[in-house]
């Protein structure tokens, strides 16, 4: 009996098997790459370099050209057989041949990015879970093992952001710095940065370039991490090695990428102004007065700008529309992070995908009421608002924070708080007549189009959750309600009264660093209601992100390529 059981649930498991296969089958068939391509819109994200004098022009051009150096960089690190089957691919002008070739280019690889990394081109095997950072043929346990095996010096450096792992000719394993492992493309890229920095009269800008390029040849990056956060220029780049997301064994290894961009002066001032109104927001949270804050501290910086190139890591699959670096520890313990906010990516994420979602999702009244300036605006307050509230707490007049207290709780919980405070502030702002009184009518419904946007993947991540968990709260109060159609609108001033008890409950429950409560909060509310399933059924036409180009950057490049620069002088 017992075995028949078994025998028949192993057969039930081998159909299953034989059953899932002609699904995944269709590897690598036009219609299907055809249809993965075109949930990436394209869309030429540009940047104003008129205001800029020649000579930061022709620095640009460097600089992007040493960008360009972080793609191929990249592609290795993703997989040792990427530059090969790249060039495989670029020779095969069927349209099978040319869609494999924009998948590859959009996916940095030939799986998915989307789909689990599923492969798309037929007899490439699955993905190397840890990219080409350790031997191939080398298992987790035994890399493990022999990081385990260093005295601690070593182990540091074996373990660090900025080496690969490799076999030595005996069959053991040594630490490869990148300086060694990629040090042609380094060294071409180093010069690059030299030349721009010649070249720019900002001395931030000249500083960061200057000791990018001695990090890229010394291997130490924690000069220039510095500098980079201490960048006050009309130039942004962010290059070099920076997340961890390609090591999928240790999230120890770094990843090559550029994201060069111009700074947002319009937006740069908005923030400053709303910056200088942080402590006002923080006597007036909705909270008890005694949990707020008399004294906050200083901001961490925020940086918008404009991206006119990026590559590598920072052009994969979804399009990054915000990021914090460095993640050296050494650097974020001191001075913390510095946010760096790409508004035109987020506008065009806002174009081709929001608004999109707006037509399927809302009423056809609330759909006029979709703006991108208060999506932007609140994008911004989120960012704010994450320093303001309970975090530093004490609890049984223990001194503790509201992550450790909140633990695997805590991410979704100051998410959802940074949204719905970040709301409550704007509303303050406007009533207060810092912000227009016109953002009003769209604030609240452009907010509820984007929280499709974010649950659209699923809840398995802590903004998605947060969102969940808002979303209802929303439905629950009456400040969100749904037609019999399943079109979604926004009551305002309901919506304004519930983001007020919302913010509230929400910190009230981290100044108490609460952890059952927040669970059980989370557990309740960050679910997907079938009203809103059937809305996000209905969004599986609309496109999952873009994929940029860049015209001002070729442009650029093409006026000033290296042979066309003007010589500079020495330094
Ligand atoms: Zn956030």
């Known amino acids: 009996m017992k075995t028949s059981l078994a025998t028949g649930w192993i057969a039930l498991l081998l159909t299953g098997a034989a059953l899932a296969e002609p699904a995944a089958s269709p590897v690598g068939t036009l219609p299907m790459l055809q249809r993965m391509n075109a949930q990436f819109v394209p869309v030429s994200l540009t940047g104003d370099v008129r205001a800029l004098a020649d000579n930061e022009r022709h620095a640009l051009a460097r600089i992007i050209e040493a960008a360009q150096i972080m793609d191929g960089l990249f592609l290795r690190q993703v997989s040792a057989a990427n530059p090969t089957l790249l060039l495989e691919l670029a020779k095969d002008m069927s349209p099978l041949g040319r869609a494999r070739f924009e998948a590859f280019i959009i996916h940095k690889g030939p799986w998915s990015r989307l789909e689990h990394n599923t492969p798309f081109i037929p007899g490439v095997g699955a993905e190397p879970v840890a990219g080409d950072f350790y031997p191939a043929g080398s298992t987790k346990v035994e890399v493990e093992r022999w990081f385990k095996s260093l005295p601690e010096p070593q182990r540091k450096v074996a373990t660090g952001f900025y080496t690969t792992v490799r076999r030595t000719p005996e069959g053991g394993f040594i630490a490869v710095p990148y300086s060694i492992e990629y040090q042609g493309q380094l060294a071409a890229a180093a010069r690059l940065l030299r030349e721009a920095a010649a070249l720019t009269s900002q001395p931030t800008l000249r500083k960061f370039l200057g000791l990018r390029a001695d990090a890229f040849l010394s291997n130490d990056y924690y000069a220039s991490d510095v500098a980079w956060m201490e ?3 009309s130039i942004e780049p962010t290059i070099g090695a920076y997340e961890v997301y390609e090591d999928e064994w240790f999230n120890a290894k770094a990843a090559f990428q550029g994201s060069i961009s111009l700074r947002d002066a319009e937006e740069s001032r908005k923030l400053e102004k709303f910056s200088g109104l942080l402590q006002d927001l923080e006597s007036h949270l909705p909270i008890d007065a005694k949990l707020r804050n008399p004294k906050i501290g200083a901001l961490a910086p925020i940086s918008v700008v404009n991206l006119i190139y990026s590559s590598g890591d920072a052009n994969r699959g979804v399009q990054t529309a915000a ?21 035109n990516m987020q506008e065009a994420k806002f174009r081709h995908v929001l608004l999109p979602i707006a037509q399927v999702v809302l009423s056809p009244a609330d759909r006029r009421n979709v703006a991108f300036d208060t999506f932007f605006t609140h994008i911004l307050m989120h960012e704010l608002v994450h320093g303001l509230g309970p975090h530093d707490i004490q609890v049984q007049g223990r001194a503790t924070t509201v992550r450790q207290e909140l633990q695997a709780s805590s991410s979704a919980m100051e998410e959802a708080k940074a949204d719905v405070a970040g709301l409550w502030a704007m509303q303050y ?34 903004h998605g959750l947060g969102v969940a968990l808002q979303l209802n709260t929303f439905l629950d109060s009456g400040a969100v309600t749904v037609s019999r159609e399943g079109l979604f609108a926004v009551v305002p001033a309901k919506f304004r009264e519930s983001v007020t008890t919302l913010s509230r409950d929400l ?64 330094r």
């Open 231 to 233: 960048l006050d220029s």
């Open 323 to 343: 990021f914090n670096l460095p993640n050296d520890e050494r650097i974020t313990q001191a001075k913390g992070a510095k946010r760096v906010m790409l508004k």
């Open 429 to 462: 702002l406007i009533d207060k007549g810092v912000i227009g009184k016109e953002a009003e009518r769209t604030m609240y419904t452009t907010y509820l189009a984007s929280m499709f946007r974010s649950i659209r993947f699923g809840l398995t991540e802590a």
């Open 507 to 570: 910190m009230v429950i981290q100044a108490a660093g609460d952890r059952a409560k927040a669970e059980a909060l989370l557990a309740r509310m960050g679910v997907i209601r079938p009203e809103v399933q059937r809305a996000l059924d209905r969004l599986k036409r609309v496109p999952v992100d873009i994929r940029p180009g860049f015209p001002t950057a070729e442009q650029l490049v093409r006026e000033s390529g290296s042979a066309a620069a003007p010589s500079t002088t020495p």
